[in-house]
C-alpha cells in the first residue's frame, strides 16, 4: 500500500462511517506501519486531521483505545 492509497482509504472510511471510522482508520494505520513504517503514519496522522477529528497522535501504539 502506498501512503497516497491510505490517504485515500482514510478518507473513503470516514464518508462512509463518521465519527465509527476509528476502527477501520486504525486497521489502515496498522497496514501502513507495517509496510511503511511510523513516519508515514505519523504524515497521514497530520495530512486528515486525525488527531483532532478522532484523537488518534502521532506515534500512538493503540489507536482508538481510551
Do not use: W
Not at 486504525?26 to 477529528?53: F, K, T, W
Request: hydrophobic share 45%; proline share 2%; charged share 25%.
Amino acid at each position: 500500500m502506498t501512503i497516497e492509497e491510505a490517504g485515500k482509504q482514510i478518507e473513503s472510511a470516514v464518508n462512509a462511517y463518521g465519527v465509527s471510522a476509528v476502527a477501520m482508520i486504525d486497521r489502515i494505520l496498522d497496514q501502513v506501519r507495517s509496510e511503511i513504517g511510523q513516519e508515514a503514519v505519523n504524515a497521514l496522522i497530520e495530512d486528515h486531521d486525525l488527531e483532532l477529528r478522532f484523537n488518534i497522535t502521532p506515534g500512538d501504539a493503540d489507536f482508538g483505545a481510551d
